[in-house]
């Protein structure tokens, strides 16, 4: 399995639009690339060779759509048995998935959320549990942005750290979804980020997003970062420390160097954040 460094890891989701782009690329223009394995599996000719190009290029992560961990259905064992072989054969270094669920009779083709309660904490770390058997190694799940809320009897950050603590997996904090929610919901995204336990951050996300109003946010990926999803990344990183951190962008596609201008900005935030904590920890040792 390859890896990725914690320290300068910036990547882009791997998207059919953008793939002409891709291949042209210069190598080491990203540390990774992000791919959706629900939507490759099983996938030939032109657009199968040309993900296989890239794969030997860059080191390939995956972030699943589908698995619907907190479905009520039985988890989907081919889905898992043949995204397992789409890991092994593209030697995929992290794999991720959405703290959410997505299907009931059938795929609902959206991340919906999960009541915040201790019943679905119990139900949603045991169906992670069964996944990281099945696919042989540790995942990371993802805080996903939501409009409308089911029953809460926890706030949502205690809950995702209890999942993670009853299921024993990591998070992938996608920092732009954590944003629009404090946004829609009326929380402070700081305080989120104190309350989150500090060693199950393994991964983040950032995107865009679109300013339905000045208390409504909408999850679109479809535009640049913005200022504040920036300061919180920044936030993030000096809470937890430099992880693998990926730029989403699934349509509305600008020229590759607009995207590579924001992955590199990705880097130079690392770099810069990673030079402190060595400091700090020479500071200490001293």
């Not at 397992?84 to 030697?91: H, K, L, S, V, Y």
């Not at 996608?174 to 060693?199: K, M, T």
Request: net charge negative; no cysteine.
């Amino acid at each position: 399995m390859r890896t990725i460094g914690s320290t300068t890891s910036a990547g882009l989701g791997l998207r059919r639009g953008l793939l002409p782009q891709l291949l042209a690329m210069k190598d080491g223009a990203v540390d990774f690339l992000e791919v959706a394995p629900d939507n490759w599996i099983g996938v030939g000719g032109q657009f199968g060779e040309q993900l296989t190009q890239l794969s030997a290029r860059f080191p390939i992560t995956a972030h699943g759509l589908s698995l619907s961990l907190g479905g009520a259905e039985p988890l989907d064992m081919e889905l898992l048995r043949r995204t397992r072989e789409f890991n092994d054969r593209f030697d995929v270094a992290l794999y991720s998935e959405h703290l959410s669920y997505t299907s009931d009779e059938g795929q609902l083709y959206d991340l919906m959320p999960i009541p915040f309660t201790e019943e679905a904490i119990r139900h949603v770390a045991s169906r992670i549990r069964q996944v990281q058997d099945v696919l042989g190694r540790r995942i990371a799940v993802e805080n996903v942005s939501y409009y409308a809320a089911p029953y809460q009897a926890l706030a949502e950050v205690d809950f995702i750290s209890a999942v993670l603590s009853e299921a024993d997996t990591d998070l992938l904090l996608d920092v732009n979804n954590l944003y629009v929610n404090s946004i829609n919901h009326g929380y402070d995204a700081e305080d989120f980020l104190a309350r989150l336990p500090a060693g199950r951050v393994t991964q983040y996300h950032i995107a865009g997003h679109y300013d339905e109003d000045i208390d409504l946010k909408v999850d679109t990926h479809g535009a640049p970062v913005k200022p504040d999803v920036w300061a919180l990344l920044a936030s993030a990183y000096r809470r937890f420390g430099v992880r693998p951190t990926l730029l989403e962008r699934d349509f509305n596609f600008p020229p590759l160097k607009e995207l590579l201008e924001e992955t590199g900005r990705i880097r130079m935030m690392q770099a810069a954040y990673a030079d402190r904590a060595r400091l700090l920890e020479q500071s200490r040792a001293a």
